[in-house]
T-cell receptor
Framework: DGGITQSPKYLFRKEGQNVTLSCEQN?????MYWYRQDPGQGLRLIYY???????QKGDIAEGYSVSREKKESFPLTVTSAQKNPTAFYLC?????????????FGPGTRLTVL | AQKITQTQPGMFVQEKEAVTLDCTYD???????LFWYKQPSSGEMIFLIY??????QNATEGRYSLNFQKARKSANLVISASQLGDSAMYFCAMREALTDSWGKLQFGAGTQVVVTP
């Protein structure tokens, strides 16, 4: 079955540690996105990538980093510079950023900083 | 500035009744798309329906329909014959075609729907 997988589902981190959230898709989609969701709020864009080895900052990129070495993978690193990292993180992809194509989402990773 | 506004933080609806979720948007881009997503308590976002700015007819998808009023910049989602499984958070989102070439979606704050027996 095609889809987007995110791991882990739950992640606990101590303050000062970097953590990496995994996002993999087998939909052969070109574009991938990372969103952050805080309780009772909508999604805010962290980073996005249109092609391999290229990515752009979204609205709230500070304290985060990404890589896109393979088309199917778009990991997100939450660094110690992120002041309030506890949130729900969603990865998404779309077949092409051109055209009005819906984004498909993964199941999400819930990050808690202890 | 907020581009997508969902003014209803939460709603209760009885099973089998219809419910309308409000969404207004702000854009100067003549070409844009509006998307509705459902987020159950599990967290995954599920695409429901899409309306393009140049579409002449309101979009429909099963029990979901979109009341698109372009002049008022509103794109309200109508869920007919509500079911218990419709209880979820619903998000309206917009993609601006000319001002954004990266396919970014801008989301509203969402509306929590609770369907009661």
């Amino acid at each position: 079955d095609g889809g987007i997988t995110q791991s882990p589902k739950y992640l606990f981190r101590k303050e000062g540690q970097n953590v990496t959230l995994s996002c993999e898709q087998n939909l052969n989609h070109d574009a991938m996105y990372w969103y952050r969701q805080d309780p009772g709020q909508g999604l805010r864009l962290i980073y996005y990538s249109q092609i391999v080895n290229d990515f752009q900052k979204g609205d709230i990129a500070e304290g985060y980093s990404v890589s896109r070495e393979k088309k199917e993978s778009f990991p997100l690193t939450v660094t110690s510079a992120q002041k309030n990292p506890t949130a729900f993180y969603l990865c998404a992809s779309t077949i092409s950023p051109q055209g009005m194509n819906e984004q498909f989402f993964g199941p999400g990773t819930r990050l808690t900083v202890l | 500035a907020q581009k997508i506004t969902q003014t209803q933080p939460g709603m209760f609806v009885q099973e089998k009744e219809a419910v309308t979720l409000d969404c207004t948007y702000d854009t100067s881009d003549p070409s844009y798309g509006l998307f509705w997503y459902k987020q159950p308590s599990s967290g995954e976002m599920i695409f429901l329906i899409y309306q393009g700015s140049y579409d002449q007819q309101n979009a429909t998808e099963g029990r979901y329909s979109l009341n698109f009023q372009k002049a008022r910049k509103s794109a309200n989602l109508v869920i007919s014959a509500s079911q218990l499984g419709d209880s979820a958070m619903y998000f309206c989102a917009m993609r601006e075609a000319l001002t954004d070439s990266w396919g970014k979606l801008q989301f509203g704050a969402g509306t929590q729907v609770v369907v009661t027996p």
